[in-house]
């Protein structure tokens, strides 16, 4: 039988939203074995005198228990 969680976590880049999907994968990896997927649940900006300084997400993954 094979048992599933699913954690919330936030991530950012300076650069896309792409780029922060991929840091926060890469680094909830560190500590959490047998990611499945992930979905992206919230987008947002950051926003300092009229330029984007920050893209944020906020995703759910889903990982296997050992």
Known sequence: MTV???TEITSSSKESFDDAVKNGIKRA???L???KSAWVADHQVKV???DIVAYNVRMK???VLK
């Open 61 to 63: 993954v889903t990982f």
């Open 48 to 50: 300092k005198d009229g």
């Open 4 to 6: 599933a969680k699913v």
């Open 29 to 31: 990896s560190k500590t």
């Open 33 to 35: 074995n047998s990611i």
